[in-house]
């Protein structure tokens, strides 16, 4: 990095360009077979070459490109913040703090108003476009925007958050979470079209089942660490998803179970009817009061989450917790029952995965073991990791990101235009899940916000200078 | 920061009977005999894999003594499970430290104040600074940015905030500067003549551990070879001829 500072820009770019050649080389080597051509059948049912050379070189400019800018403007520019960032101090720390305090309270009341932000701007832009001034067009439109992206990515999010219990505070990787989402899901579906019982009643029911199941999974792994742990959770979630595929007289097996009863507003249902909560209020009969009334649900579950996580963290089994992260042995010998606090967090987190499996189940209507296969356990796991394990603002934005640019990709229609008609955007979502990846692990190795935030510190803050701190002085 | 009771000096503190430990089918200790009466430093020397940190954890069950016995005032811990014996008021600083690295200074001691669900920390993190001022400075720090010094010093605070009546130290010397740990032993000496509290004391730095201690023991191979006070062992031929002649550091 330091002979970027010594020699002058012209040298940047040079090297920039060799790079993007570099690059371009490389990716022609790649793509050259596998892009380049294709086989196909012709009328005859015979196998084709069909050779692709505009779209190869499509890959090898984007790649050559991609490659110069990054060399070009981004290493430069990372490089003096980087010298900037050298001299923290105590006033530029104590800014960072507020500013994040400011950013999750404003992201906070973005989330609450967001559906009736929804709709006064699908307002707005109809008025803009016909001059016409209708809120109704506005409701209708904005069930989308409500459902596909707000409850979708709040369901990840609570996820990810209930994940971040187990796998984030008590450092237990486990790869078989969607296993408790899957018996939450499956509680509330066959205990409420079986008994007809209410999802108000149905959804802490859901919690404590998930929970149990989590102490089940518990106690066979306790003595588990790491990558050991991750495979028989693994497993684990396998056995549950095959369960339910092959219990076929409880479970229906892979037709799942549809009809589920809707859930409802303290007793009075979202239905067209005369009871119904539009025929209550006056309102027009609409699907999206529904909509909205689950989005505000999964929202307060969320928060739920966020808010049991946040107080654990100070009480001394949440301290246990992150203590056995960083250190199993030093905790027994400090009287730590090592036992208890693994097996508190896997039923804690169990029971945030059973509440988002009721409200999935409440708002599908329809089960099936299709939903709970191992590549969500991954997404999910995903997300906390990106996130930063342990931190509830990050993983919320790795959520957004990640499930918002999946249904983002379903809009992108005109990219149609420029790859032609059987390019389907969505295929492509796990192209942007790999990419966050790779760009999260190569800035930010330890996740979006990868510092753990102290749950407990003297208020009378004392200037440290750097030279202090550093290992091995003293 | 210890509740002393005075003890028949029949009965001693912690004594560990004929114990033998093994690591799968190797064996590490055989039938070592130590024991530690109340208010006493007991100083345990031995070269690199002389099983010293072995029978430290033997004391905490982890591993188990698969024959002997470990008594602690007058109960049999051998097959308590280890946190359970942890209970009992024994605390360690264990070898290479074992601070939680990513929680802060206070977040550490507030973890070995874990067990009064931290009725006493106010009174007893203010003992733990007067006995390490540096802690104090460093409060809101993370453990594993903390010195070497400063984070043995914090294992020690780290196990005196459980309020111990023995204190388990294993290689509180080791990889630091000789200034660092003659503070260090200052604080256990210190601590040891103000509020009685027994010490068992694991090291490799014999001339500095006997300097301390009242008693010691040499182990050799999993075997203890000798005891005595730590005058007769600073004395005897033997031991100045493995342990200390070379170099007295």
């Keep these: ?474 | 920061m210890s509740q002393t009771q005075p003890l028949a000096k029949s009965s001693p503190l912690l004594s560990i009977e004929n114990v033998e430990t093994y690591y799968g089918n190797i064996r590490a200790l055989s039938g070592v005999s130590v024991h530690a009466d109340a208010g006493e430093i007991v100083t345990l020397i031995g070269a690199n894999g002389a099983g010293k940190s072995t029978l430290m954890m033997t004391i905490f069950g982890m591993p188990r003594a698969r024959t002997g016995r470990v008594v602690f005032a007058g109960q049999d811990i051998t097959q308590l499970p280890t946190h359970e014996i942890a209970r009992l008021r024994i605390a360690q600083s264990p070898e290479g430290r074992r601070i939680f690295p990513r929680m802060t200074v206070q977040e550490n001691l507030q973890m070995g104040a874990s067990l009064d669900n931290l009725e006493f920390y106010d009174e007893d993190s203010r003992k733990v600074f007067d006995l390490f001022p540096r802690l104090k400075e460093r409060i809101n720090q993370r453990g594993g940015t903390l010195s070497g010094g400063e984070q043995q010093m914090l294992a020690i605070g780290r196990a005196l905030m459980a309020r111990p009546r023995l204190l388990l130290l294993d290689e509180p010397s080791l990889g630091l500067a000789p200034l660092i740990i003659k503070h260090i032993f200052e604080a256990i000496k210190e601590l040891n003549k103000s509020t009685g509290l027994t010490v068992f004391l694991v090291e490799q730095n014999a001339f500095g551990a006997l300097k301390l201690a009242d008693r010691g023991y040499v182990m050799v191979n999993g075997i203890v070879t000798m005891s005595g006070s730590s005058k007769e062992l600073l004395a005897n031929p033997e031991v100045r001829a493995a342990y200390l002649e070379g170099g007295r550091h």
Aim: net charge positive; proline share 3%.
């Design chain 1, 1 to 474: 990095m330091a002979d970027i500072q010594t020699s002058g820009p012209d040298s940047v770019y040079a090297k920039a360009f060799k790079e993007a050649i570099f690059a371009g080389v490389l990716a022609l080597g790649l793509f050259f077979l596998i892009v380049g051509f294709r086989t196909d059948q012709n009328i005859n049912n015979e196998l084709v070459l069909v050779q692709r050379w505009g779209l190869l070189t499509i890959f090898v400019v984007v790649a050559a490109l991609g490659r110069f800018i990054f060399a070009a403007f981004v290493v430069p520019s990372r490089t003096q913040v980087k010298v900037a960032k050298a001299k923290p101090s105590a006033a530029t720390q104590a800014d960072r703090r507020s500013f994040k305090a400011i950013v999750s309270r404003f992201g906070l009341a973005l989330l609450f108003v967001y559906p009736f932000l929804v709709i006064l701007i699908l307002a707005l832009i109809q008025y803009a476009f016909t001059g016409q001034w209708s809120f109704q067009s506005g409701v209708q439109g904005s069930l989308k925007y409500v459902d596909n992206f707000g409850i979708q990515i709040l369901i990840y999010v609570m996820l990810a958050w209930g994940l971040n219990i187990v796998v984030g505070l008590a450092g237990l990787l486990d790869l078989g979470y969607v296993a408790f989402y899957a018996v939450g899901a499956y509680s509330y579906a066959l205990l409420s079209t079986h008994f007809g019982l209410s999802f108000w009643l149905l959804l802490p029911m859901a919690g404590i089942f998930a929970a149990l199941w989590g102490i089940i999974l518990g106690f066979p792994v306790l003595r588990l660490r790491g990558d050991y742990l991750a495979i028989v959770t693994l497993a684990f979630g396998e056995i549950i998803r095959l369960v339910l595929i092959n219990w076929t007289v409880v479970t229906k097996g892979t037709f799942g179970v549809s009809g589920i009863a809707k859930a409802t507003l303290f007793g009075i249902p979202f239905t067209p009817g005369p009871n119904g909560f539009a025929a209550m209020f006056g309102l027009p009969n609409s699907g999206v009061y529904y909509k909205i009334f689950l989005y505000y649900l999964i929202l307060f579950l969320a928060l739920l989450t966020a808010w049991v996580t946040i107080r654990l963290r100070r009480m001394p089994i949440g301290r246990a917790w992150e203590a056995l992260r960083e250190d199993e042995i030093a905790c027994r010998s400090l009287g730590i029952n090592t036992t208890t606090t693994k097996l508190t967090a896997f039923a804690t987190g169990a029971m945030f995965g059973g509440f988002a499996g009721s409200f999935f189940a409440a708002r599908q209507g329809f089960v099936s073991p299709e939903s709970f296969v191992f590549l969500e356990s991954a997404i999910i796991l995903a997300i906390v990791v990106l996130g930063g394990m342990g931190s509830l603002i990050g993983i919320a934005i790795a959520a957004a990101v990640m499930i918002g640019g999946t249904e983002l990709l379903r809009e992108l229609e005109f990219l149609k235009l420029v790859f032609g008609n059987d390019f389907t955007p969505e295929l492509y979502r796990m192209l942007l899940f790999g990419l966050a990846m790779i760009v999260v692990m190569v800035w930010k190795p330890r996740g979006f916000v990868g510092n753990r935030e102290p749950s407990a510190f003297l208020h009378e803050r004392k200037m440290i200078s750097s030279e202090f701190t550093k290992e091995g002085h003293g």
